[in-house]
């Protein structure tokens, strides 16, 4: 059915974003097993199904958490995957207000896969990520699979 299909390939996107984030030398976690302290032997860390506080007041997941502690770097990341026509566009005014009010980092990354979001949603999702909206100090970018990939590389270099 539809809603498994959606599953597996949102699954894949995240299993492409783990890909990139292990090539760039980060171990990856569980949630549970982060405790947001360095490892000495773990100084990149790439947490999945991260936590944050939403906009309603309940706990949110993102994810993944990147955390570079060599760099002084976290970097919350949201894929969204629309493969076909759908409601996952309807629910970018949500994320991008998480990503303004609530998500603690200054860095916050949503991932769009898929060609079946709208394009006019897509517009305004990376309009706003480049308006004033953005409070001051953060940033958020809003790419392709393809786009993050390239960034990653250049953003979490040493």
Not at 12 to 23: A, G, M, N, P, Y
Not at 98 to 108: G, H, P, S, V
């Amino acid at each position: 059915n539809q809603g498994n299909e959606a599953n597996r390939t949102g699954s894949l996107l995240e299993k492409q974003v783990e890909v990139v984030f292990t090539s760039l030398g980060f171990h990856i976690k569980a949630s549970s097993e982060d405790r947001g302290t360095m490892d000495l032997l773990e100084d990149r860390v790439l947490v999945k199904d991260a936590p944050y506080l939403t906009v309603y007041g309940t706990t949110g997941r993102s994810e993944f958490l990147a955390h570079d502690y060599l760099l002084g770097l976290s970097v919350r990341i949201e894929c969204k995957w629309q493969g076909v026509p759908g409601s996952v566009d309807e629910k970018f005014p949500y994320i991008f207000m998480n990503a303004t009010d609530t998500m603690k980092e200054n860095e916050i990354v949503i991932i769009l896969g898929g060609n079946g979001a709208k394009s006019a949603a897509k517009r305004w999702l990376k309009d706003a990520a480049k308006s004033s909206k953005v409070p001051q100090g953060k940033t958020i970018h809003v790419f392709s699979l393809e786009e993050f990939t390239d960034w990653a590389g250049k953003r979490f270099i040493r």
